[in-house]
């Protein structure tokens, strides 16, 4: 079984702090997203990358960076963190870009 | 860029009722349809997807249907179960879009015992 893992199930943290939201797969995929999930909105990409040190902006990049150093861990960067990033966010991966998403159990951020 | 948007949001049946969630895209371009099912609490999980090459895909209680000319595609659910109350996502993927992947609002549906 593909099993994507997420460093924090749940975070807090205060505005202009830098995030570091953590994702590692074990199934050797070449691709990586990370989106974000809000009622209403459905998810939303923010990133992704499709070989390690390689990244694309999705839909909604601002305000975030990512991090691929190793083909495994996928790293979402919050540099100063505001409390309109406050929200789900869900890390996915996928062998090809054609191939089905595997997604995390989710980071539920919150920025007070 | 893909544009899709999906109805309703809130869906609330009575077990054993079939269950109906339609989705629209904007994206003529777009080829490939997936739908994700996601638990209270847990992650999104893919439950069924259809290709633009064919009209209609079943997997027993579950069926999606794509009508390429007018742009949308529906979750069909039949004899729906407690079990089946989740919030299901469908998404477009489009070559025009780097081949990714535009998610719906989703749908939360409930069914009632």
């Known amino acids: 079984d ?14 202009g702090e830098k995030v570091f939201l953590e994702c590692v797969q ?19 990409l ?3 990358s499709y070989d390690v040190k390689m990244k694309e902006k999705g839909d909604i990049p601002e305000g ?15 540099e100063s963190a505001s409390t309109n990033q406050t929200s789900m966010y869900l890390c996915a991966s996928s062998l090809g870009r054609y191939n089905e998403q595997f997604f995390g159990p989710g980071t539920r951020l919150t920025v007070l | 860029g893909e544009n899709v948007e999906q109805h309703p949001s809130t869906l609330s049946v009575q077990e ?14 777009s080829n490939y349809f997936p739908w994700y099912k996601q638990e209270l609490g847990k992650r999104p999980q893919l439950i069924i997807d259809i290709r633009s090459n064919v009209g209609e895909k079943k997997d027993q209680r579950i069926a999606v249907t794509l009508n390429k000319t007018a742009k949308h595609f529906s979750l069909h ?30 749908t939360r549906l409930m069914v009632k015992p």
């Open chain 1, 2 to 15: 593909v099993k994507v893992t997420q460093s924090s199930r749940y975070l807090v943290k205060r505005t």
């Open chain 1, 26 to 44: 074990d199934m050797d995929h070449e691709n990586m997203f990370w989106y974000r999930q809000d009622p209403g909105l459905g998810l939303r």
């Open chain 1, 46 to 48: 923010i990133y992704f």
């Open chain 1, 64 to 78: 975030y960076s990512v991090s691929r150093e190793k083909k495994e861990r996928f790293s979402l960067i919050l």
């Open chain 2, 16 to 29: 054993g009722d079939s269950a109906v969630i339609k989705c629209t895209y904007s994206d003529s371009a």
């Open chain 2, 77 to 106: 659910i039949t004899e729906t179960q407690p079990e089946d109350s989740a919030v299901y996502f469908c998404a477009a993927r489009s070559n025009n879009a780097g081949n990714m992947l535009t998610f719906g609002g989703g």
